[in-house]
Each structure stands twice: as structure tokens, then as C-alpha cells.
């Protein structure tokens, strides 16, 4: 993780590209707010009852995107029974900065007894590594270096 960098970053390219995602995060109250992606759907998050935490969020989006991954495909056959998936992981503090390691996910998946259920059943371990190795853009940006910068858009006008 790099520095808050202090200058006005210049992004209208950045913005324009394609492959370009954001969200916007919006202050409520003190240490709680609010997600708003670029359809206008929102999240409230923070610290307090009844918020999920920052951390409870990248352990969600790890396990949704994965979790979207296996349903699309085994939906076509059959509606689950079961489809529960806890993400956890291991907290872990070096010289005094906090950071996540361990992260797994855990299905807990079942189908009908009939044929479309043991077709859906079948293909759950593929489906798993494939979101694991291609398709899960979540859990493959925390497996891999990513650069993160802190900009301020607020010190030059």
C-alpha cells in the first residue's frame, strides 16, 4: 500500500476506459456509510451495530464472487437446497500494520436426489477451480500484488 499522495489526481482517460470500475463511499455519521455503484444500487458498512466492517465486506465479495461463479452454471440445472459459503481468515499484525492471510471459503452446497441435482453436484469442483483460477476477479486481485494508491482530489483546485 502506497502514501496518500497530495495533488489532484487527472483521471477523465482513466475514467473513459472500459475496465474501468468504481464505487463511490459517502460519510453517514462517524464510522458509518454508504456504497453507491455506477447503477445507483447501495450498501451501508462501518463500525456499530448492525454494519458490516470493511474487512466482513472483502471476505463477502471474495466468497459472492465465487459464489455467483458456481450458482450461474448449477442453477441451469436445479435450484440448490443448500448454498451457504463462509469466507474466513486469519488476522495477523506485523510490526504494528494489520493484514489478512489463510482466506478460505467454504461451500456448503446440496442438490435434489434427481438427475438434474446430481449434474449440478457433478460439476461444483470444476466450477470452484475455475472461479479460483480465472474467473473470480475478487479473490484473484487479493491473490495477487496490487498496487493501491490514497489520492487526495481535495488539496489543488
Known sequence: MSEPENTKTNTPAREQDPNYRAV??????????????????????????GLL????????AIAGCASID?????????????????PSAMRVEENGAVRLEDVQVAFDLAFPEDQGGKKAASLVERLLQLS???DCTVSR??????????????TQK
Open 24 to 49: 463511490q463511499v459517502e460519510r453517514l455519521g462517524v464510522s458509518h456509510y454508504r456504497a453507491i455503484n455506477a447503477q445507483g444500487a447501495t450498501l451501508e458498512f462501518g463500525r456499530g451495530e
Open 53 to 60: 466492517s470493511p474487512v466482513d465486506l472483502l471476505l463477502a
Open 70 to 86: 458456481v450458482d450461474v452454471v448449477t442453477s441451469r440445472h436445479t435450484e440448490p437446497e443448500v448454498f451457504k459459503v463462509t
Open 132 to 134: 479460483h483460477e480465472k
Open 141 to 154: 486481485t487479493v491473490q495477487h500484488e496490487t498496487s493501491v494508491k490514497f489520492v487526495r482530489k481535495d
